[in-house]
């Protein structure tokens, strides 16, 4: 697997996602439920992407000294006003971004990775596991481009670290290993339950638990505990997926 190290890639993921996600949200009417996350509807997933567009946008704007941009907190519930709502918003994000480096500090809510580099790529990834949401709630799902989805599972340990910080988390710290084969990138990555994190080591290994096979989009989406679009190849201890979901679940 390999990641995205490119800050203005990144910032493209941002517009190409956010750009999908307001066709989804064109596509079809807003109480449409979301298989992929059973608690919400359309309505609700635009919420939760709205508070969290604003939140990192005027984040971006206060680390660069730039007037915050307005936000309308509740959205439509009409497709089309849902829509050019959300293109709105997500605009103000992308124009943040790209005015600004990924070495500019910033505040972000994981101690080690305070620059806007961090928030590039938090929006990246938020933004394309809801897009694949908003997309399942339409019936049809596009993969996730493949760099950017070895980005979501490199992510994820930064993730937990913020998790961490908020005093409640609690590591699953079985030991247990997945090891992750993509068929479409020449480099492997083990994932550790550590006791007191989680590990993500690159490379191959004979020691795992489990061991996962499929394109690296697929192996990213059993990770976030949605379903993949083509068959994933298991091997080992499936219930090493359950320990997986006690340590990291993305809703």
Not at 59 to 80: D, F, I, L, M, S
Request: with cysteine; aromatic share 8%.
């Amino acid at each position: 697997m390999i990641a995205v190290t490119s800050y203005d890639e990144l910032v493209v993921a941002v517009e190409r996602e956010a750009a999908a996600i307001t066709d989804a949200f064109r596509a079809g009417s807003s109480d449409a439920a979301v298989p992929t996350c059973p608690d919400w509807d359309i309505s609700a997933l635009a919420h939760h992407l709205g508070e969290f567009t604003a939140l990192w946008t005027h984040v971006v704007c206060e680390a660069t000294g730039r007037e915050k941009t307005p936000y309308q907190p509740a959205p439509p519930r009409e497709r089309e006003p849902l829509a050019d709502w959300y293109r709105e918003l997500s605009a103000h994000l992308v124009d943040g971004l790209r005015g600004t480096t990924s070495d500019q500090p910033a505040w972000t809510w994981v101690p080690s990775q305070q620059h806007v580099g961090f928030i590039a790529r938090r929006c990246a990834n938020e933004l394309v596991v809801h897009r694949f949401d908003a997309q399942a709630a339409r019936g049809t799902c596009d993969p996730i481009e493949t760099a950017l989805a070895a980005e979501c599972v490199l992510e994820i340990p930064d993730l937990v670290e913020g998790w961490a910080q908020e005093g409640d988390y609690r590591h699953e710290g079985s030991g247990r290993r997945i090891h992750l084969c993509p068929t479409d990138a020449a480099h492997e990555l083990t994932l550790t339950l550590a006791p007191d994190s989680l590990d993500i080591d690159r490379g191959h290994t004979d020691d795992a638990d489990l061991v996962l096979r499929g394109t690296t989009s697929d192996l990213t989406l059993v990770l976030y505990d949605r379903h993949p679009l083509r068959p994933v190849d298991r091997t080992g201890d499936e219930s090493v997926l359950a320990a997986w979901y006690e340590e990291f679940h993305f809703g």
